[in-house]
T-cell receptor, first 120, second 112 residues
Framework: DAGVIQSPRHEVTEMGQEVTLRCKPI?????LFWYRQTMMRGLELLIY????????DSGMPEDRFSAKMPNASFSTLKIQPSEPRDSAVYFC??????????????????FGPGTRLTVL | GENVEQHPSTLSVQEGDSAVIKCTYS??????FPWYKQELGKGPQLIID?????GEKKDQRIAVTLNKTAKHFSLHITETQPEDSAVYFC???????????FGPGTSLSVIP
């Protein structure tokens, strides 16, 4: 199992540019999460999807951020225009539908390796 | 909404000693408490979890305790090793369909 795949692993861009982060969840997982991690704010949930439908986007900072999940195997997080304060590590995580698999799969989230974004 | 606090924010121990990380949560409806370990340059990974119908759970050198009345839960690592050095996050969840609320994290350093 390849685990959650994120690309790119590192992104350096200039203020004002559009940034697109990509995620491929673990096959068979029905929930997908986007997190942002910074020293100041820790691990913040931005948005999560269940069966490709956005369930809670209350963590999305502002309209410059948008996320899509066109199918069960792909999601994007887009920032347009980017700003220096968006610099952070962005994680994607996926989770099996509760009740499926072993009992230990209850709500366990499997995180990808993250994308380190630097906005100059 | 749920709020999870975690202490200490940093912790240094000598190799072989024990480490304890404590968390509190605010929503009494929370009933699932996972712990995640994040190594440098990687995403968090689940290491142990506990449900509200259990007071303690142990897995080799790691144990978690839960006090639902006080809304406290703790992670205990015994016989610490350098590879235990990482950031540890506690979390709380109400139901399978609710989002996971993470604590701010504890940076653990195990000194050889």
């Amino acid at each position: 199992d390849a685990g959650v795949i994120q690309s790119p692993r590192h992104e350096v861009t200039e203020m004002g540019q559009e940034v697109t982060l990509r995620c491929k969840p673990i096959s068979g997982h029905n929930s997908l999460f986007w997190y942002r991690q910074t020293m100041m704010r820790g691990l913040e949930l931005l948005i999560y999807f269940n069966n490709n439908v956005p369930i809670d986007d209350s963590g999305m900072p502002e309209d410059r951020f948008s996320a899509k999940m066109p199918n069960a195997s792909f999601s994007t997080l887009k920032i347009q225009p980017s700003e220096p304060r968006d610099s952070a590590v962005y994680f994607c995580a996926s989770s099996p539908t509760p009740g499926q698999g072993s009992p230990s799969s209850y709500n366990e989230q499997f995180f990808g390796p993250g994308t380190r974004l630097t906005v100059l | 909404g749920e709020n999870v606090e975690q202490h200490p924010s940093t912790l240094s121990v000598q190799e072989g000693d024990s480490a304890v990380i404590k968390c509190t949560y605010s929503d009494s409806a929370s009933n699932y408490f996972p712990w995640y370990k994040q190594e440098l340059g990687k995403g968090p990974q689940l290491i142990i979890d506990i449900r509200s119908n259990v007071g303690e759970k142990k897995d080799q050198r790691i144990a978690v305790t839960l006090n639902k009345t006080a809304k406290h839960f703790s992670l205990h690592i015994t016989e610490t090793q350098p590879e235990d050095s990482a950031v540890y996050f506690c979390a709380a969840v109400k139901t399978s369909y609710d989002k996971v609320i993470f604590g701010p994290g504890t940076s653990l350093s195990v000194i050889p």
